[in-house]
C-alpha cells in the first residue's frame, strides 16, 4: 500500500493523518515547521485600535492573538473589519471575536484581495496579522491601492531540519509516492533539505498543495504531478487523496 507523507504543523498534521488513516489511506508524519509566539503581540493592543481592517492569514495567528488579548484581560475591537484568508480561519476568528468576518470562497491572497471589503480601502489603515513572512502580495497589493498597510508578527514558524538520506531511504520503504504541503515556504525548506542524489525520488511524487499559486511555484521546481486543492481545509485534502 502506498503512502501519504503529511508535513503541514500541529495539531492539523496529526488530525489530517488520523482522517486519512480513517479512510483507508496510509499516512505518515513528518512537520517541517514548529510554531511559537511571536515578537510583536505586545504591540497588538494599540495596532488593532488605530486599525480599520484586520486580516487574519491562519488560525494560528487568530489563536496566538486572543490567547494573548485574554491573557491581558482584552477584546478585539468592534470598530474593525475583519477579514481572513479562509474559511476555517474566518470561523476561528469570528469565535474569538464575536465579530462578523469576511473572507473568499477560494482560501488565497488573491481572492482575498478580490473581496467588497477591500476594494475601497486608500487610506485605510489595514492591520495584517501573520507569522515570520508570507503573504508579502497582500501587502503589496494593498499597498499600491493606497492602503496604509503593517504587519504583526504575533506567531514565529521555526523550521525543522532533517537528514535527506535517512529521512528519504526511511519514506522510501513506507512507499510514499504522495506529499501534502501546505505553504509556500514549507514547500521551499522541504526542497532545500533534499540532497541533489535524492531529487530524483522528489520529482516523482505527487504533490499535494492548497493553491494554484503554489502548484505554480512547485512546477517550476520541478514536481511533474501537482495538484491544486483550492483550500487547506484537512477535509478538502482527504477528499482529494480519496482513491
Not at 508524519?29 to 492569514?57: C, F, K, M, N
Not at 475601497?120 to 497589493?141: F, M, P, S, W
Request: proline share 4%.
Amino acid at each position: 500500500m502506498n503512502t501519504v507523507l503529511v508535513t503541514r504543523p500541529e495539531p492539523a498534521g496529526k488530525e489530517l493523518c488520523k482522517q486519512l488513516q480513517q479512510q483507508g489511506i496510509q499516512a505518515l508524519y513528518h512537520p517541517l515547521i514548529d510554531i511559537e509566539e511571536g515578537p510583536d503581540l505586545s504591540s497588538l493592543p494599540q495596532a488593532l485600535e488605530r486599525s480599520h481592517i484586520v486580516i487574519a492569514v491562519s488560525q494560528f495567528a487568530v489563536e496566538y492573538s486572543h490567547q494573548y488579548l485574554i491573557q491581558n484581560k482584552l477584546s478585539w475591537p468592534s470598530h474593525c473589519q475583519y477579514l481572513a484568508v479562509g474559511q476555517k480561519t474566518a470561523s476561528s476568528l469570528s469565535k474569538a471575536s464575536g465579530h462578523k468576518v469576511h473572507y473568499p470562497e477560494i482560501s488565497d491572497s488573491e481572492h482575498l484581495l478580490q473581496l467588497s471589503q477591500l476594494q475601497h480601502a486608500e487610506k485605510c489603515q489595514v492591520l495584517i496579522l501573520r507569522g515570520n513572512g508570507g503573504r508579502e502580495v497582500i501587502y503589496d497589493t494593498l499597498t499600491q491601492h493606497g492602503a496604509i498597510v503593517s504587519y504583526k508578527e504575533v506567531y514565529r514558524r521555526t523550521d525543522r531540519p532533517f537528514d535527506s538520506h535517512k529521512a528519504v531511504a526511511a519514506w522510501r520503504d513506507a512507499k510514499v509516492n504522495t506529499l501534502v504541503i501546505t505553504s509556500g515556504q514549507q514547500l521551499q525548506f522541504f526542497v532545500s533539505q533534499v540532497n541533489r542524489d535524492d531529487q530524483n525520488w522528489l520529482w516523482q511524487q505527487r504533490l499535494l498543495v492548497p493553491s494554484e499559486r503554489i502548484a505554480t511555484q512547485a512546477r517550476s521546481m520541478g514536481f511533474i504531478d501537482v495538484i491544486s486543492t483550492g483550500s487547506a481545509h484537512n477535509s478538502d485534502l482527504v477528499a482529494a487523496l480519496q482513491p
